[in-house]
């Protein structure tokens, strides 16, 4: 089953175009809502120029374009045995409790319990842009913890449950300053080039938690978006179904 997208342009919508947004995640970054307006061809410009090294990037994602996504997916490898949850209760990325449940009155998602079924798409393809943008500043990257089920919250006294499939944290080995230097440094690039945000105030941006949260290490989440962005078919658990065309 080919995994690279039939060619797409501005005015088409869609569920193709729901995955181009999301596998376009970190670069510019838009609201993946399947409507191929000015954000998405800003995202294909942005991929075009700084992957394909287009001089004279044009934004539709024609054949050539779904084909280097193809390899630029295969280049940045996501290591899904580092993503699960290490409570050794859950089969690894939760077991889909608490639906609908909340930790507080207010039903908004930083109260959410839901262990939603795997990682957000987005979040894995904003980690491949974050590895390619590494790449050029001799920075290896990798995740050092990503699903954490209510077993494993309950084990570390943690409330928060941006980590039931919304979150990743990424560590940073390379030479150049220090680990909190690199850090900052990596949190400028997703802002700058993937349009993510320091917090949490807008809606349905990225989010990166501050450096006083998060010293040495970046965690990235997408608790901002509105619920239809985090409906379950976002949630992948393995590296085929996050290749794969969905549907
Ligand atoms: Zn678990
Ligand atoms: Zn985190």
């Not at 287009?54 to 050539?64: E, I, K, N, W, Y």
């Not at 839901?114 to 590895?131: D, I, K, V």
């Not at 990257?141 to 699903?147: P, Q, R, V």
Request: proline content about 6%; aromatic content about 10%; overall charge positive.
């Amino acid at each position: 089953m080919s995994t690279i997208l039939p060619p797409l342009k501005r005015g088409d919508r869609g569920a193709d175009v729901v995955e181009l947004q999301m596998r376009l995640a970190g670069f510019r970054g838009t609201i993946p809502d399947g409507d191929y307006g000015p954000g998405t061809e800003m995202q294909v410009t942005a991929f075009q120029r700084a992957v394909m090294r287009m001089t004279a990037p044009h934004g539709r994602a024609d054949a050539a374009t779904m084909a280097a996504i193809g390899d630029f997916a295969r280049a940045h490898p996501v290591d899904f045995k580092a993503l699960r949850c290490p409570c050794g209760v859950c089969p690894g990325f939760g077991r889909g409790r608490f639906k609908g449940e909340y930790r507080r009155p207010e039903r908004i998602e930083v109260y959410n319990l839901y262990e939603y079924p795997g990682l957000h798409r987005m979040l894995l393809w904003t980690y491949r842009a974050a590895q390619f943008y590494a790449r050029a500043r001799n920075w290896t990257l990798t995740i050092n913890s990503a699903y954490r089920c209510s077993v494993d919250n309950a084990d570390h006294q943690r409330t928060s449950t941006n980590h039931h499939g919304k979150a990743i944290d990424i560590d940073i080995l390379g030479s150049g300053g220090t680990d909190r230097t690199r850090c900052n440094s990596l949190r400028g690039i997703l802002v700058e080039q993937a349009h993510a945000q320091i917090g949490w105030s807008a809606l349905n941006r990225k989010s990166l938690e501050p450096a006083d949260i998060a010293p040495t290490w970046v965690h990235l989440d997408v608790r901002s978006y509105e619920p239809k962005y985090l409906a379950d078919r976002y949630f992948v658990t393995n590296q085929a179904a996050l290749d794969a065309i969905p549907g």
